[in-house]
């Protein structure tokens, strides 16, 4: 009887443990075609040698004809260089993500203290965190301390509060004047 080369390569990727999710990405493909492979009696020796190297099964043992032990050692440096990418869009999302928790965050703070997110006219104040990013809110009423305190604690500076608005109220003026700095008219 004639060898399933696609069911003989199913057999080595399940018994490995593997994720054909993780299979189809690691190789750049959707998981249908990892099916359609499976199902192949015939599959290209390319593939098997993709799949072989991908999950690090030596092919070789099932298939003497078509590869040597050699075909499955996987180069060093290609792989090392595969692994610094995925560290670089890691690294990108991860950075997206706690900038886009960071705002969360603030709004959350801005929630308990009962301000509106955006209030419209009255106090404008500025908050820069520590990637340099700025977050400009307008808001109804003067900042409370406890606000302010907060808004330290995770993490932000308060560059500005504009003082135009802040003259009407003493109180808040002489909050402004212990380390902040006035907002440039726009």
């Not at 399933?4 to 959707?30: C, F, P, Q, W």
């Not at 908050?127 to 907060?150: I, T």
Request: net charge positive; aromatic share 8%; hydrophobic share 35%.
């Amino acid at each position: 009887m004639a060898e399933h080369y696609g069911e003989i390569v199913e057999k080595a990727v399940r018994r490995g443990g593997h994720s054909l999710t993780d299979l189809a990405k690691m190789m750049g493909v959707n998981r249908r075609s990892i099916y359609n492979w499976f199902l192949q009696p015939r599959l290209k020796p390319e593939i098997i040698l993709r799949i072989g190297k991908a999950i690090g099964h030596d092919f070789s043992v099932e298939f003497p004809q078509l590869f040597l032990p050699e075909d499955f050692i996987v180069d060093a440096k290609a792989e090392s260089a595969s692994t610094s990418d995925n560290q670089e869009v890691i690294n990108t999302w991860m950075e997206k993500y706690i900038d886009l928790l960071e705002r969360y965050n603030l709004l959350l703070t801005l929630k308990h203290q009962g301000i509106p997110k955006s209030a419209g006219a009255g106090f404008n104040v500025l908050f820069v965190n520590d990637k340099s990013n700025e977050y400009r809110l307008d808001l109804k009423n003067p900042p409370s301390d406890l606000f302010l305190e907060k808004c330290k604690k995770a993490g932000y500076k308060i560059k500005c509060i504009n003082r135009s608005e802040i003259a009407r109220d003493r109180d808040v003026l002489h909050r402004n004047t212990q380390g902040t700095q006035p907002c440039k008219e726009a």
